[in-house]
């Protein structure tokens, strides 16, 4: 079974400082990760994913995120916050034999105060 | 990045009527595509998954005689509600993946709001 975790339902930044937005998983294979943002009343757009190789994965918009096998963790990031960021982001995962469904987090709010 | 659209963004039904919703890949051809719905404030829950020439397999506890997937063509598919009822309002959305591998990503239709009275 899979699954992904999402502890935090908002998270709450000053625009200009640095943001994370928290995403655990858990697989019995090797996980491929991925996140999206959605803006309200829109479809998810891609931001980023993590296959294999180097544990930090840049995505679009200047965010990243870090895998990190042990902790068993994606944490999105970005070093400077803009208001434009607020937006509902979601963390999938899936395994890598398991199909091609995607099995989302209950997403988090992220709102970039200016 | 790849496009999806899809039509309606939104629809307001009277109840025990049926609603066609379209999903199309833009720039490029969808083996498969999956239909999603997202209560308010939740995550999305995957309906089913539809190949292209194929029957969609749907997830448990999805109806599939009043959620029916076609899917005709590689840029194709389509999502109908059947004798829709209030329970049935949501946002559905669809998604088509380029190459069917596990690792590629999904590209995400913008949504189509659903409201039934």
């Known amino acids: 079974a899979q699954s992904v975790a999402q502890p935090e339902d908002q998270v709450n930044v000053a625009e200009g400082n640095p943001l994370t937005v928290k995403c655990t998983y858990s697989v019995s294979g090797n996980p491929y990760l991925f996140w999206y943002v959605q803006y309200p009343n829109r479809g998810l757009q891609f931001l980023l994913k993590?296959?294999?190789?180097?544990?930090l994965v840049k995505g679009s918009y200047g965010f990243e995120a870090e895998f990190n096998k042990s902790q068993t963790s994606f944490h999105l990031k970005k070093p400077s916050a803009l208001v434009s960021d607020s937006a509902l982001y979601f963390c999938?995962?899936?395994?890598?034999?398991?199909?091609?469904?995607?099995?989302f987090g209950k997403g988090t709010s992220l709102l970039v105060t200016p | 990045g790849a496009v999806v659209s899809q039509h309606p963004s939104w629809v307001i039904c009277k109840s025990g009527t049926s609603v066609k919703i379209e999903c199309r890949s833009l720039d490029f051809q969808a083996t498969t595509m999956f239909w999603y719905r997202q209560f308010p404030k939740q995550s999305l829950m995957l309906m089913a998954t539809?190949?292209?020439?194929?029957?969609?397999?749907?997830e448990q506890g999805v109806e599939k005689d009043k959620f029916l997937i076609n899917h005709a063509s590689l840029t194709l598919s389509t999502l109908t509600v059947t004798s829709a009822h209030p329970e049935d309002s949501s946002f559905y959305i669809c998604?088509?993946?380029?190459?069917?591998?596990?690792?590629?990503?999904?590209?995400f239709g913008p949504g189509t709001r659903l409201t039934v009275l």
């Open positions: 998604s088509a993946t380029l190459r069917l591998t596990s690792y590629n990503e999904q590209f």
């Open positions: 539809s190949n292209e020439g194929s029957k969609a397999t749907y």
């Open positions: 993590y296959i294999t190789g180097d544990n």
């Open positions: 999938a995962v899936r395994e890598d034999d398991s199909g091609y469904a995607l099995n």
